[in-house]
């Protein structure tokens, strides 16, 4: 697509249950980021992948979050058991490789809302 | 890991002033990004700069890479409402993800 599209634009969800963020990054980047971001605060990185290999997922706050993307396109952020700590917007970008010349192109993000 | 520091953190101005805002790190980066975020969207590519002591201009917008590398300057020139936001820069070490600065917040009084 033409931009990196983020769904859905906005989440409430009740403690305790699972949730599921999806991110559909631009044709043909190879490499796809989440970051967190808590109200008013900066750019937390989460996970990194970059085609086949295998993903960075140094950024992960606990175990309760995982990530994939499927057929090198899609990726899926799933939070699991959420708690109120949780709720922050959630953005994704993508880029060609690691980004080098062209930098990050970031999705309007997800702001879920753990009740 | 590496850290990016902005300053200042945050900044109220009256329309039509000039502002400037800064980026420095301990560490020596390759590439320098200018990011901005509005309100309720992502963060929006800028300027890029690629080689130390590069000037850059887009609009009102310039940004300079400093001479150490280890720095990068956003200047914006005559500001206008629709400036408000959060500025983020972001640094590229080599052969690494690039590292974002925590924000400068930006506010236009009419």
């Known amino acids: 697509g033409a931009g990196v599209s983020q769904s859905p634009s906005n989440k409430v969800t009740e403690k305790g249950k699972d949730v599921e963020l999806r991110c559909d990054p631009i044709?043909?980047?190879?490499?796809l980021y989440w970051y967190r971001q808590s109200l008013g605060q900066g750019l937390e990185f989460l996970i990194y992948?970059?085609?086949?290999?295998?993903?960075?997922k140094s950024g992960l706050p606990s175990d309760r979050f995982s990530a994939e993307r499927t057929g090198g396109s899609v990726s899926t952020l799933t939070i699991q058991r959420t708690q109120q700590e949780d709720s922050a917007v959630y953005l994704c970008?993508?880029?060609?490789?690691?980004?080098?010349?062209?930098?990050?192109?970031f999705g309007s993000g997800t702001r879920l809302t753990v009740v | 890991g590496q850290q990016l520091n902005q300053s200042p953190q945050s900044m109220f101005i009256q329309e039509g002033e000039d502002v400037s805002m800064n980026c420095t790190s301990s560490?020596?980066?390759?590439?320098w990004l200018w990011y901005k975020q509005d309100p309720g969207e992502g963060p929006v590519l800028l300027i890029a700069?690629?080689?130390?002591?590069e000037l850059t201009s887009n609009g009102r917008l310039t940004a300079q890479f400093g001479i150490t590398r280890k720095d990068s300057f956003l200047n914006i020139s005559a500001s206008i409402p629709s400036d408000v936001g959060i500025y983020f820069c972001?640094?590229?070490?080599?052969?690494?993800?690039?590292?974002f600065g925590p924000g400068t917040r930006l506010s236009v009084l009419p």
């Open positions: 970008a993508s880029s060609l490789a690691t980004g080098g010349v062209y930098g990050y192109t």
């Open positions: 044709s043909g980047h190879t490499a």
């Open positions: 992948f970059q085609g086949n290999s295998a993903p960075d």
């Open positions: 560490s020596i980066f390759n590439t």
């Open positions: 700069l690629y080689k130390a002591g």
């Open positions: 972001a640094g590229h070490p080599y052969g690494q993800n690039f590292v």
